[in-house]
């Protein structure tokens, strides 16, 4: 059966536009930081706000592109992602009060939250079955170069002065408006037009997929798999029929955050300090960071299709116990910043290899066709809430325990994901997600 490759990825890319803004969002506040405590002359309480204020604005897009993509389209709710990234970039950049700023950061997590979970559905509805967790994985992709291009515009900014952090925010607005264009330009997807009644459009999309046997068989899986209500309730969510895969696909979120990578993305100065680096080398270090985590993203896009979710995870679970075992015993010791660099850089690449675009694929993909763009944010509500809980404990956690002291309990939480995996999750790969509405439900 032969597929419109250019096509597909073309569309796939636009759509994981909005994984870039994620990165950059989730990445310039480290940069913008020392900046903006002298600005507003921030205490260590308001500068853990600022940070996490982000992660509240993302529960509140979460909970907002849900509905807005199972009522109006998948489409509408990137073009209003996008939007949003474009003036909350400019708002911080204009920023002249602490309030303000914070408005800001708050409206930009929202439309973080809703690139979060509109972006890999998108791709995941548009996508073949066969390079689905491919296409996914773009998104995942797209994070992570905006972090590392977000950390090298940082490092270069940081030069010109008290109003660096003002033009850090402002670039934003730049890829932000490329989105915006780009989505525009954008089909619907197929699945949510059928979901509308609107299948004669559904169906030439599909044949500019693939033409013939694919558009027509795919058509009517899909009409057989959907409920045709357009408002779905977070009650319908949690009805009895679908809870199970609901309640697994939140656990799978939060324990993506849980898991404790990201205290490596956010306290990488913190880390390295504890064993006497320098600002230069800390800065070098969350360079180094990016660095890693870009082709062991790549690697990843070429496995998840081949090797599949479940081993991804499981490999990916128990590595990062065994990691951070190893971190928290460096830490310990106090080994040099050369040592350490090389465990947490490892733990990294792991992460980026399973991890990191597994769950986005695993999330985008488990749910079934009447619930998935309510269920998505849900379960991407949990990861938020999972990662400002992550972000706010671990100085709490460093302060009484040592730097090092975090990593044990990260550890076990691993093995214990490592364990609801094993138990609980089933293989994806190949399966269309009309066939994943059956097996998973069974």
Same mark, same amino acid.
């Given at each position: 059966?032969?597929?419109?490759?250019?096509?597909?990825?073309?569309?796939?890319?636009?759509?994981?536009?909005? @994984?870039?803004?994620?990165?950059?969002?989730? *990445?310039?506040?480290?940069?913008? $930081?020392?900046?903006?405590?002298?600005?507003?002359? $921030?205490?260590?309480?308001?500068?853990?706000?600022?940070?996490?204020?982000?992660?509240?604005?993302? !529960?509140?897009?979460?909970?907002?592109?849900?509905?807005?993509?199972?009522?109006?389209?998948?489409?509408?709710?990137?073009?209003?992602?996008?939007?949003?990234?474009?003036?909350?970039?400019?708002?911080?950049?204009?920023?002249?009060?602490?309030?303000?700023?914070?408005?800001?950061?708050?409206?930009?997590?929202?439309?973080?939250?809703?690139?979060?979970?509109?972006?890999?559905?998108? +791709?995941?509805?548009?996508?073949?079955?066969? /390079?689905?967790?491919?296409?996914?994985?773009?998104?995942?992709?797209?994070?992570?170069?905006?972090?590392?291009?977000?950390?090298?515009?940082?490092?270069?900014?940081?030069? &010109?002065?008290?109003?660096?952090?003002?033009? /850090?925010?402002?670039?934003?607005?730049?890829?932000?408006?490329?989105? $915006?264009?780009?989505? +525009?330009?954008?089909?619907?997807?197929?699945?949510?037009?059928?979901?509308?009644?609107?299948?004669?459009?559904?169906?030439?999309?599909? %044949?500019?997929?693939?033409?013939?046997?694919?558009?027509?068989?795919?058509?009517?899986?899909?009409? %057989?798999?959907?409920?045709?209500?357009?408002?779905?309730?977070?009650?319908?969510? =949690?009805?009895?029929?679908?809870?199970?895969?609901? !309640?697994?696909?939140?656990?799978?979120?939060?324990?993506?955050?849980?898991?404790?990578?990201?205290? +490596?993305?956010?306290?990488?100065?913190? &880390?390295?300090?504890?064993?006497?680096?320098?600002?230069?080398? %800390?800065?070098?270090?969350?360079?180094?960071?990016?660095?890693?985590?870009?082709?062991?993203? $790549?690697?990843?896009?070429?496995?998840?299709?081949?090797?599949?979710?479940?081993?991804?995870?499981?490999? @990916?679970? &128990?590595?990062?116990?065994?990691?951070?075992?190893?971190?928290?015993?460096?830490?310990?010791?106090?080994?040099?910043? @050369?040592?350490?660099?090389?465990?947490?850089?490892? *733990?990294?690449?792991?992460?980026?290899?399973?991890?990191?675009?597994?769950?986005?694929?695993?999330?985008?993909?488990?749910?079934?066709?009447?619930?998935?763009?309510?269920?998505?944010?849900?379960?991407?509500?949990?990861?938020?809430?999972?990662?400002?809980?992550?972000?706010?404990?671990?100085?709490?956690?460093?302060?009484?325990?040592?730097?090092?002291?975090?990593?044990?309990?990260?550890?076990?939480?691993?093995?214990?994901?490592?364990?609801?995996?094993? =138990?609980?999750?089933?293989?994806?790969?190949?399966?269309?997600?009309?066939?994943?509405?059956?097996?998973?439900?069974?």
């Amino acid at each position: 059966m032969k597929f419109n490759q250019a096509y597909i990825l073309s569309i796939s890319f636009i759509s994981a536009l909005g @994984g870039y803004l994620f990165g950059f969002d989730f *990445a310039v506040i480290s940069g913008a $930081l020392p900046f903006l405590r002298a600005t507003f002359v $921030l205490s260590a309480a308001w500068e853990g706000f600022v940070t996490g204020s982000l992660a509240l604005g993302c !529960i509140a897009g979460c909970l907002l592109a849900g509905k807005l993509a199972d009522r109006y389209g998948r489409k509408p709710g990137l073009i209003t992602s996008a939007g949003i990234f474009a003036i909350s970039s400019l708002g911080m950049a204009f920023s002249h009060s602490l309030t303000q700023f914070i408005s800001m950061r708050f409206m930009a997590g929202a439309g973080v939250g809703m690139a979060s979970i509109l972006s890999p559905l998108y +791709i995941a509805e548009i996508s073949p079955a066969h /390079m689905r967790g491919r296409n996914v994985a773009i998104n995942q992709l797209t994070i992570v170069i905006g972090i590392f291009i977000t950390n090298l515009a940082n490092y270069w900014l940081a030069g &010109i002065g008290p109003a660096a952090w003002r033009w /850090m925010f402002g670039l934003g607005t730049i890829p932000a408006t490329l989105f $915006l264009i780009g989505v +525009i330009f954008l089909p619907e997807s197929p699945r949510w037009l059928v979901k509308a009644g609107r299948t004669e459009q559904a169906f030439h999309i599909l %044949q500019k997929i693939s033409a013939g046997e694919f558009a027509s068989s795919t058509l009517k899986d899909i009409e %057989q798999s959907m409920d045709h209500r357009m408002n779905v309730s977070y009650k319908a969510v =949690f009805a009895k029929a679908v809870r199970p895969i609901v !309640i697994t696909g939140m656990i799978l979120a939060a324990f993506s955050q849980f898991c404790g990578i990201n205290v +490596i993305f956010n306290y990488t100065s913190t &880390i390295f300090e504890s064993v006497g680096a320098d600002l230069n080398r %800390q800065l070098f270090e969350t360079v180094a960071i990016g660095m890693v985590n870009i082709p062991f993203t $790549l690697l990843a896009m070429w496995q998840v299709d081949k090797l599949g979710r479940r081993p991804l995870m499981l490999i @990916g679970t &128990i590595g990062l116990a065994i990691l951070y075992l190893i971190i928290a015993f460096l830490l310990r010791e106090q080994a040099t910043a @050369g040592i350490v660099s090389v465990s947490v850089l490892i *733990a990294i690449a792991l992460y980026a290899t399973t991890l990191a675009p597994v769950t986005w694929i695993l999330i985008s993909e488990i749910f079934p066709n009447n619930i998935r763009g309510t269920a998505s944010s849900v379960a991407v509500v949990s990861l938020w809430g999972a990662y400002f809980i992550l972000v706010f404990t671990f100085p709490i956690l460093a302060h009484y325990l040592g730097t090092y002291g975090p990593f044990y309990l990260y550890a076990v939480i691993c093995f214990a994901g490592f364990l609801f995996v094993k =138990f609980k999750i089933k293989e994806t790969k190949g399966q269309t997600l009309e066939q994943l509405e059956h097996t998973i439900g069974h």
